[in-house]
T-cell receptor
Framework: AQSVTQLGSHVSVSEGALVLLRCNYS??????LFWYVQYPNQGLQLLLK??????LVKGINGFEAEFKKSETSFHLTKPSAHMSDAAEYFC?????????FGAGTRLTVKP | GAGVSQTPSNKVTEKGKYVELRCDPI?????LYWYRQSLGQGPEFLIY????????DSGLPNDRFFAVRPEGSVSTLKIQRTERGDSAVYLC??????????????FGPGTRLTVL
């Protein structure tokens, strides 16, 4: 069965610093992987998705993620954090009929 | 509307009561999903509709939970004899298609259910 694990429930960075949010997956078949962002009192918004076309995936708001099969990882990065990036981030893998989410990582950006 | 909408945005009820949560998917989306998000957790799958039929209800926690989508568009999640443990945000999502495809799921803002 497919699943994802997010390492670190809270990450704090300074404005302008690198953002790195970690996600490892488990899947018996080639996975479809996603990163979603959730702002307070809002629904989840898709940042990017991996569907095997390219290992480096670029998303919205300057985020990108690299699929590494050897490490079973799909970490999310952004070179320079902005205050508006403060939110909850969820990694997810497509299951048979559902999306399976990690527990989430709350990103705090300090001025 | 352009996105997935859910009503009500907040629902407070008493233990033992019955509640209905509504989801309006994006027009033309045949697949509809319900998830439950507890505090500090990621969303957990409840049920998936392809058209009018529940193609997968394996995530429903027990028989107090039921969902319908009679005309293949709007869906209602129904919870009988609510318990305090049912308190969570209930999220609805829709996509163009389901069935193992990687079509993006578009999420609504959720309904926050509080059972006192």
């Amino acid at each position: 069965a497919q699943s994802v694990t997010q390492l670190g429930s809270h990450v704090s960075v300074s404005e302008g610093a690198l953002v790195l949010l970690r996600c490892n997956y488990s899947s018996s078949v080639p996975p479809y992987l996603f990163w979603y962002v959730q702002y307070p009192n809002q629904g989840l918004q898709l940042l990017l998705k991996y569907t095997s076309a390219a290992t480096l995936v670029k998303g919205i708001n300057g985020f990108e993620a690299e699929f590494k099969k050897s490490e079973t990882s799909f970490h999310l990065t952004k070179p320079s954090a902005h205050m508006s990036d403060a939110a909850e981030y969820f990694c997810a893998v497509k299951g048979n009929n559902d999306m399976r989410f990690g527990a989430g990582t709350r990103l705090t950006v300090k001025p | 509307g352009a996105g997935v909408s859910q009503t009500p945005s907040n629902k407070v009820t008493e233990k033992g009561k019955y509640v209905e949560l509504r989801c309006d998917p994006i027009s033309g989306h045949t697949a509809l999903y319900w998830y439950r998000q507890s505090l500090g957790q990621g969303p957990e799958f409840l049920i998936y509709f392809q058209g009018t039929g529940a193609a997968d209800d394996s995530g429903l926690p027990n028989d107090r939970f039921f969902a319908v989508r009679p005309e293949g568009s709007v869906s209602t999640l129904k919870i009988q004899r609510t318990e305090r443990g049912d308190s969570a945000v209930y999220l609805c999502a829709s996509s163009l298609d389901g069935d193992g495809s990687y079509n993006e799921q578009f999420f609504g803002p959720g309904t926050r259910l509080t059972v006192l």
